[in-house]
Each structure stands twice: as C-alpha cells, then as structure tokens.
C-alpha cells in the first residue's frame, strides 16, 4: 500500500478484531461459525441523517 509516498508492507500490518453486537452482547466475528461469518460480511451499512435533513413529505390536497 502507497499513501503519499508512506508505503506499508503486508508484514507491517496488525490484525484488527472485527466485533458486532448480538442479542444485547457484543462478541468477536471470529468466534461465529461459518455460515453467521458469511451473513456478516453480506450486511449493508447506512448511515442516519440529522433530523433537520429528512426529505419534505409531500402535502395532500386539501378537501374543497
């Protein structure tokens, strides 16, 4: 890997622990089984937006 000239070789690395939280406990990815490792890695993330950034609903027409 090459970030503005700074260049870090594989060996250079360390390894992060991936946890997530389930059914109110957290636990490391590594302790799931392989099919809970494979659900994992296929969630999506998203993100929230602030409250002032919600789309404007739109307005019903008003009864005559």
Avoid: L
């Avoid at 970030?3 to 939280?21: A, N």
């Avoid at 406990?25 to 999506?44: C, D, I, L, M, W």
């Amino acid at each position: 890997m090459n970030i503005d000239g700074i260049e870090i070789r594989d060996e250079e690395r360390t390894r992060c622990e991936v946890w997530t939280r389930v059914m109110g406990y957290h636990r490391p990815v590594s302790a799931f089984n392989a099919g809970k490792q494979s659900e994992h890695r296929e969630r999506t993330c998203f993100s929230e937006q602030p409250s002032g950034a919600r789309a404007e609903r739109p307005r019903r027409a008003e009864a005559a």
